[in-house]
């Protein structure tokens, strides 16, 4: 073979005009330099800062650290954590993008800054990333930290599994920011629709970076769905039946079992397109034999539940803060069950309402807009428990409590426009118009984000020991709320305007101020964002002021709050016996809340693993060759997956023991802490007197 041909074998179709600054060396004019110069400083900002993170951990010494207690940890607390890092990282990215969108359209009248394709890619990657890499990691992450301490678990029933499904989704969102660097992304929506993303519309590697970061995630949920469906089966403590479950363990229930039925239709239409793309079949091409509304069906059959395995999640949240704020027993436990269990069957008779515009008959269009309207029905049920709840409660205005007042007043605008939206008669005037932007972010933002938000104030007391910040969280709550309402609300009039979704720019002067306004908003929500990051900072640094060891900073009702902040590794010194919904809340009421168990035993935990991490690189290794025609690089990659599993079939020793002398010692100490704290009131909740026992409601 010659030098191009070896050339070509390493480096497939790689080469110097993938960079993102090469572009504009070559063809120096104005809009050229703005637009790569954009993308030179996104690409700047991954790299630097993998360099910085690099840098830091050699500095401290933490590489030994970090690989053997957290990257090869399939302990289901530390793996929840890498999960919700994962994702706020990739919020990051998410929100800059999204500003950077608004304040295109805020200066569209007539141009702007952003050429079409730059958009196409940042709406693409937006919407891509928020689904698949901030919201799906951000609630498996929570789903993984706190359900297991909810059923009175000592893990989830695969820990390496579960340690396998967030490399997967790490390789995939790896993937995603690796185009930032080398090569561009998909220009075809988070959805993927073809003809767009066809090979013979867009050649490019875009909708290869789309397709194989999708599929990545997409196996790694439904193995997630799986491990949580049967962990909430077979890992529940003696004593709690189904219906002795806190709702968060509901929702997770629901969630799971939706992951394992609509992920997979996912999976297959990812693959189908590759086939198409890779292979020259036609599956969803404009000719021979392909139809392109096979794919809107598979992905709209994956689309609409994943709506409600985005939200189920939230609504637990929110159950969990509205009870414990308030200061009450959940009001409507059983209708809120069913509510729940009635919205994951209902979610996938509701799909084709994505579509109502694409030549199916009026008979069909009026029966799926007719089961779009029922689901708000038990949605509806939500509402008014949760309302009825706080009824009388001794409520608190605490940060996630802010969160969930929020979600309460602006989800049902959303859900109430996703009424109007289900009649198709409407549907067909505003569709493809930014009244459905505004639509989908109305609920998606109050019901999604504001609920991982909440959750994460929370449970992170439990899961560090220390609380967040309480003033930072007000800022950043203020930003996230205003920022979401000068943002979104703005749309919908756009939207019945007449201005299309997608657009990068406009000659129609009306839009304009709206455009500003929604522009000020998304800043808002940067400030939002920001606000985190400071608070997080200004918690650590005075982390020794806010300890909460004893476990129980909020008066809790469940389980996870009858162990020390942060809890052993293996959760429980003893597995309790619950008698009783609210089990921890009815034991401090009766007082056999902090016993010593009567004898202590050795307890089993699994091993370390690196086969999760193994997966991860090879994976991410065999997607980078397959989006740039690496065919070395895809089957090393392959060999690697495949071997690391038959590798790990062989190990025997897959557990350990931790003896039942240091789990004495463990519990007695802690049991020390908790006799010398002082119940703090509740004017001192959010206050250094605050150790972790919270007074008893009234």
């Excluded at 867009?202 to 769905?225: C, E, F, H, Q, R």
């Excluded at 035993?601 to 989006?627: Q, Y």
Aim: aromatic content about 16%.
């Amino acid at each position: 073979m010659t030098n191009i041909d070896w050339m070509h074998f390493i480096l497939g179709r790689l080469s110097w005009d993938a960079l993102p600054f090469w572009g504009m060396v070559h063809n120096p004019s104005f809009p050229k330099v703005v637009n790569d110069l954009i993308a030179t400083g996104a690409a700047g900002a991954v790299v630097a800062g993998a360099i910085v993170v690099s840098i830091l951990v050699t500095r401290y010494g933490k590489w030994r650290s970090l690989w053997f207690e957290w990257l090869t940890s399939v302990d289901h607390k530390r793996i929840g954590i890498m999960y919700i890092v994962l994702s706020f990282v990739m919020l990051t990215r998410a929100v800059i993008e999204a500003v950077l969108m608004r304040t295109q359209q805020a200066f569209g009248l007539g141009g702007g800054f952003l050429s079409p394709d730059h958009f196409s890619q940042l709406f693409t990657t937006h919407g891509s990333i928020m689904i698949f890499f901030m919201a799906m990691p951000f609630l498996t992450g929570l789903i993984n930290y706190v359900v297991p301490l909810q059923i009175g678990a000592r893990d989830v029933s695969f820990p390496v599994m579960n340690s396998i499904s967030l490399g997967l989704t790490a390789a995939g969102a790896g993937l995603a920011m690796v185009s930032l660097v080398v090569g561009k992304f998909s220009t075809g929506g988070w959805s993927g629709y073809p003809p767009f993303t066809e090979a013979a519309f867009n050649p490019g590697v875009g909708p290869d970076y789309w397709i194989w970061a999708v599929t990545l995630s997409s196996i790694g949920s439904t193995m997630t769905g799986i491990n949580f469906a049967v962990t909430i089966y077979k890992e529940r403590a003696p004593g709690m039946d189904f219906f002795r479950m806190p709702l968060f363990c509901w929702t997770a229930l629901c969630t799971s079992i939706l992951m394992i039925f609509a992920m997979p239709p996912l999976t297959v239409a990812t693959l189908l397109l590759a086939l198409d793309r890779y292979l020259d079949f036609h599956f969803f091409t404009n000719a021979l034999g392909g139809n392109m509304m096979n794919y809107a069906n598979l992905f709209w059959l994956f689309g609409h539940p994943e709506v409600y395995i985005l939200i189920l999640p939230a609504f637990g949240v929110f159950s969990a803060v509205f009870s414990t704020f308030s200061a009450k027993r959940l009001y409507g436990y059983t209708s809120l069950v069913y509510a729940t269990m009635t919205i994951a069957v209902l979610s996938f008779t509701v799909w084709l309402h994505h579509f109502f515009t694409m030549g199916q008959s009026a008979n069909i269009n009026a029966v799926f807009g007719i089961m779009t309207m029922l689901i708000g029905i038990p949605t509806g049920v939500k509402v008014y428990d949760w309302i009825l709840t706080m009824y009388r409660g001794r409520v608190r205005f605490t940060v996630p409590m802010m969160y969930a007042l929020a979600f309460l007043m602006m989800f049902v605008i959303g859900g109430l426009t996703g009424v109007i939206l289900a009649n198709p008669t409407i549907d067909f005037q505003v569709h493809n118009t930014l009244f459905l932007v505004a639509h989908f972010h109305n609920v998606l933002i109050p019901g999604l984000l504001f609920g991982l938000l909440a959750g994460y104030h929370f449970w992170f007391p439990k899961a560090f020991g220390f609380r967040l910040d309480e003033k930072w969280g007000r800022i950043a709550f203020a930003c996230w709320s205003l920022g979401f309402i000068l943002a979104f609300f703005p749309l919908y009039g756009l939207g019945l305007l007449g201005m299309p979704r997608r657009t990068v720019a406009f000659f129609e002067p009306t839009y304009l101020p709206y455009t500003l306004v929604a522009g000020l908003g998304a800043a808002l929500i940067l400030c939002g964002l920001g606000s985190l990051f400071v608070q997080l900072w200004v918690s650590i640094r005075k982390r020794e002021e806010n300890r909460v060891y004893v476990g129980d900073p909020w008066n809790g009702r469940s389980l996870e709050w009858s162990v020390s902040a942060p809890p052993p590794e293996y959760n429980f010194p003893v597995l309790p016996e619950v008698t009783d919904r609210d089990a921890f809340a009815v034991a401090k009421e009766n007082g056999y809340a902090y016993q010593p168990a009567k004898e202590y035993a050795d307890i089993k935990l699994p091993r370390n693993s690196a086969v999760g991490m193994i997966i991860c690189v090879a994976s991410a290794f065999m997607a980078f060759g397959l989006v740039w025609h690496m065919w070395w690089l895809v089957v090393l990659g392959l060999v690697v997956c495949w071997g690391t599993v038959v590798a790990r079939s062989f190990v025997r020793e897959t557990s350990r023991i931790i003896p039942a002398d240091e789990v004495e010692q463990t519990d007695q100490r802690w049991l020390r802490a908790v006799a010398k704290a002082r119940p703090a009131s509740r004017e001192d909740e959010i206050a250094p007197a605050n150790r972790g026992m919270a007074e008893a409601a009234a």
